[in-house]
Protein backbone atom coordinates (compact mmCIF):
# COMPACT_ATOMS: atom_id res chain seq x y z
CA UNK A 1 0.00 0.00 0.00
CA UNK A 2 1.29 3.33 -1.11
CA UNK A 3 1.78 5.80 1.69
CA UNK A 4 -0.90 8.80 1.54
CA UNK A 5 1.06 11.54 -0.31
CA UNK A 6 2.77 8.94 -2.87
CA UNK A 7 0.13 10.15 -6.09
CA UNK A 8 -0.70 7.00 -7.44
CA UNK A 9 0.40 6.62 -11.30
CA UNK A 10 -3.30 5.54 -11.90
CA UNK A 11 -6.57 5.72 -9.90
CA UNK A 12 -9.80 4.13 -10.70
CA UNK A 13 -12.58 5.53 -8.02
CA UNK A 14 -15.34 3.34 -8.05
CA UNK A 15 -18.80 4.81 -6.10
CA UNK A 16 -20.00 3.06 -3.58
CA UNK A 17 -23.48 2.11 -5.72
CA UNK A 18 -21.24 0.01 -7.37
CA UNK A 19 -20.41 -3.73 -6.02
CA UNK A 20 -17.48 -3.98 -3.97
CA UNK A 21 -14.21 -4.85 -5.53
CA UNK A 22 -16.29 -3.61 -8.91
CA UNK A 23 -12.77 -2.53 -10.53
CA UNK A 24 -10.49 -5.15 -8.67
CA UNK A 25 -10.04 -7.61 -11.37
CA UNK A 26 -8.89 -3.80 -13.92
CA UNK A 27 -6.69 -3.11 -11.42
CA UNK A 28 -4.83 -6.54 -11.15
CA UNK A 29 -4.55 -6.42 -14.87
CA UNK A 30 -3.37 -3.19 -14.69
CA UNK A 31 -0.59 -3.64 -11.84
CA UNK A 32 3.49 -3.70 -13.05
CA UNK A 33 6.34 -3.23 -11.63
CA UNK A 34 7.30 0.12 -10.56
CA UNK A 35 4.03 1.41 -11.47
CA UNK A 36 1.72 2.89 -8.62
CA UNK A 37 -2.26 1.70 -9.41
CA UNK A 38 -4.81 1.84 -6.73
CA UNK A 39 -8.90 1.51 -6.56
CA UNK A 40 -10.96 3.82 -4.26
CA UNK A 41 -14.21 4.12 -2.71
CA UNK A 42 -16.04 7.31 -3.23
CA UNK A 43 -19.38 8.09 -1.64
CA UNK A 44 -22.42 8.70 -4.16
CA UNK A 45 -23.09 12.30 -2.62
CA UNK A 46 -23.90 14.80 -2.19
CA UNK A 47 -21.84 17.16 -4.04
CA UNK A 48 -21.45 20.50 -4.25
CA UNK A 49 -20.28 21.78 -7.72
CA UNK A 50 -21.46 21.83 -11.51
CA UNK A 51 -22.87 18.49 -12.86
CA UNK A 52 -20.37 17.84 -15.02
CA UNK A 53 -17.19 18.29 -13.08
CA UNK A 54 -18.49 15.85 -10.21
CA UNK A 55 -17.17 11.88 -10.55
CA UNK A 56 -18.82 9.51 -11.93
CA UNK A 57 -19.46 6.15 -11.04
CA UNK A 58 -16.30 4.83 -12.55
CA UNK A 59 -13.64 7.55 -12.92
CA UNK A 60 -10.69 6.47 -13.76
CA UNK A 61 -7.72 8.81 -13.46
CA UNK A 62 -4.30 8.90 -15.15
CA UNK A 63 -1.21 11.01 -13.59
CA UNK A 64 1.39 12.59 -15.64
CA UNK A 65 4.28 10.05 -14.34
CA UNK A 66 2.70 7.64 -16.16
CA UNK A 67 3.53 9.10 -19.31
CA UNK A 68 6.80 10.36 -18.44
CA UNK A 69 8.09 7.86 -16.38
CA UNK A 70 6.37 4.59 -16.69
CA UNK A 71 5.57 4.66 -20.39
CA UNK A 72 9.39 5.22 -20.87
CA UNK A 73 10.08 2.25 -19.77
CA UNK A 74 7.03 -0.13 -19.94
CA UNK A 75 6.24 1.10 -23.97
CA UNK A 76 3.25 0.31 -25.86
CA UNK A 77 2.64 -3.35 -24.56
CA UNK A 78 0.94 -1.77 -21.17
CA UNK A 79 -0.23 1.76 -23.13
CA UNK A 80 -2.26 -1.21 -24.90
CA UNK A 81 -3.18 -3.07 -21.71
CA UNK A 82 -4.35 0.47 -20.27
CA UNK A 83 -6.61 1.16 -23.53
CA UNK A 84 -8.34 -2.01 -23.36
CA UNK A 85 -8.89 -2.02 -19.56
CA UNK A 86 -10.48 1.14 -20.38
CA UNK A 87 -12.47 0.70 -22.81
CA UNK A 88 -13.63 -2.90 -20.49
CA UNK A 89 -14.91 -0.88 -17.73
CA UNK A 90 -16.70 1.44 -20.14
CA UNK A 91 -18.79 -1.71 -21.40
CA UNK A 92 -19.55 -2.91 -18.17
CA UNK A 93 -21.30 0.23 -17.54
CA UNK A 94 -22.68 1.28 -20.79
CA UNK A 95 -26.02 -0.05 -19.89
CA UNK A 96 -25.73 2.00 -15.96
CA UNK A 97 -28.46 4.64 -15.63
CA UNK A 98 -27.01 7.33 -12.82
CA UNK A 99 -29.10 9.69 -11.31
CA UNK A 100 -28.26 12.99 -10.05
CA UNK A 101 -29.86 14.49 -6.93
CA UNK A 102 -29.82 17.93 -6.75
CA UNK A 103 -31.13 22.29 -6.05
CA UNK A 104 -33.76 23.57 -8.22
CA UNK A 105 -32.09 24.42 -11.55
CA UNK A 106 -28.55 22.97 -10.70
CA UNK A 107 -29.16 19.55 -12.10
CA UNK A 108 -30.38 19.36 -16.12
CA UNK A 109 -33.41 17.36 -16.65
CA UNK A 110 -32.57 15.92 -19.75
CA UNK A 111 -28.64 14.57 -19.44
CA UNK A 112 -26.30 14.87 -22.22
CA UNK A 113 -23.71 13.43 -21.03
CA UNK A 114 -23.21 10.32 -18.98
CA UNK A 115 -22.79 10.17 -15.18
CA UNK A 116 -21.15 6.61 -15.29
CA UNK A 117 -18.30 6.83 -16.63
CA UNK A 118 -15.18 9.59 -17.21
CA UNK A 119 -11.09 9.70 -17.74
CA UNK A 120 -9.72 12.62 -16.26
CA UNK A 121 -5.75 12.68 -17.67
CA UNK A 122 -3.32 15.17 -16.02
CA UNK A 123 -1.51 17.54 -18.50
CA UNK A 124 0.57 19.33 -15.96
CA UNK A 125 0.33 19.65 -12.20
CA UNK A 126 -3.20 21.58 -11.47
CA UNK A 127 -4.46 20.66 -15.09
CA UNK A 128 -6.06 18.02 -16.42
CA UNK A 129 -8.37 16.95 -19.65
CA UNK A 130 -11.48 15.55 -18.44
CA UNK A 131 -13.24 12.97 -20.84
CA UNK A 132 -16.83 12.72 -20.62
CA UNK A 133 -19.03 10.68 -23.34
CA UNK A 134 -22.28 11.68 -25.00
CA UNK A 135 -25.02 9.73 -22.93
CA UNK A 136 -26.62 8.78 -26.35
CA UNK A 137 -23.14 7.37 -28.02
CA UNK A 138 -22.74 4.02 -29.56
CA UNK A 139 -20.56 1.67 -27.37
CA UNK A 140 -18.39 1.13 -30.47
CA UNK A 141 -17.81 4.67 -30.57
CA UNK A 142 -17.59 5.05 -27.04
CA UNK A 143 -14.51 2.69 -27.73
CA UNK A 144 -12.77 4.71 -30.22
CA UNK A 145 -13.40 7.61 -27.74
CA UNK A 146 -11.75 6.11 -25.10
CA UNK A 147 -8.61 5.45 -27.54
CA UNK A 148 -8.66 8.80 -29.09
CA UNK A 149 -8.66 10.11 -25.43
CA UNK A 150 -5.55 7.64 -24.23
CA UNK A 151 -3.84 8.88 -27.84
CA UNK A 152 -4.13 12.26 -27.15
CA UNK A 153 -2.88 12.15 -23.15
CA UNK A 154 0.06 10.66 -24.87
CA UNK A 155 0.83 13.03 -27.65
CA UNK A 156 0.74 15.84 -25.36
CA UNK A 157 3.27 14.62 -22.95
CA UNK A 158 5.61 13.13 -26.12
CA UNK A 159 5.33 16.44 -27.24
CA UNK A 160 4.08 15.88 -30.74
CA UNK A 161 0.93 17.25 -30.89
CA UNK A 162 0.50 20.31 -33.15
CA UNK A 163 -0.53 23.73 -31.03
CA UNK A 164 -3.26 24.17 -33.83
CA UNK A 165 -5.57 21.04 -32.33
CA UNK A 166 -4.50 21.46 -28.73
CA UNK A 167 -5.70 25.17 -28.55
CA UNK A 168 -9.13 24.05 -29.86
CA UNK A 169 -9.60 22.04 -26.86
CA UNK A 170 -8.23 24.96 -24.03
CA UNK A 171 -10.97 27.46 -25.25
CA UNK A 172 -13.36 27.41 -21.94
CA UNK A 173 -11.51 28.39 -19.13
CA UNK A 174 -10.73 25.24 -16.85
CA UNK A 175 -12.79 25.16 -13.59
CA UNK A 176 -10.51 23.75 -10.56
CA UNK A 177 -8.02 23.14 -13.19
CA UNK A 178 -10.32 20.34 -15.30
CA UNK A 179 -11.12 21.42 -18.59
CA UNK A 180 -14.27 18.76 -20.09
CA UNK A 181 -13.92 17.39 -23.40
CA UNK A 182 -15.80 14.57 -25.36
CA UNK A 183 -15.54 12.78 -27.99
CA UNK A 184 -16.92 13.97 -31.82
CA UNK A 185 -18.28 10.36 -33.56
CA UNK A 186 -19.07 12.41 -36.61
CA UNK A 187 -14.99 13.75 -36.81
CA UNK A 188 -14.00 10.76 -35.25
CA UNK A 189 -11.66 13.61 -32.73
CA UNK A 190 -11.85 14.72 -29.00
CA UNK A 191 -13.16 18.16 -28.89
CA UNK A 192 -14.02 21.08 -25.80
CA UNK A 193 -17.41 20.62 -23.72
CA UNK A 194 -18.89 23.85 -22.82
CA UNK A 195 -19.96 22.96 -19.26
CA UNK A 196 -22.13 25.96 -19.27
CA UNK A 197 -23.56 25.60 -22.61
Known amino acids: MDAPDVKPDIAVLTSVVLPEGFADADIDKLAAPGLRVVTRRVPSGPFAGLELYLPTAVMVCIGTAYFTDFFQKAGE ?19 VRVAAIGSSGKIS ?89
Do not use: C, N
Open 77 to 95: DHYDLLKQTAKSMYARLAS
Open 109 to 197: AARKYSLAYSIVGELVSGLSFKLILSTEIAQDDAASGVEAFLDLLRDIHAGTIDEARLQPLLEHKPIDGVVLVTFDSASGEIVAVDSHG
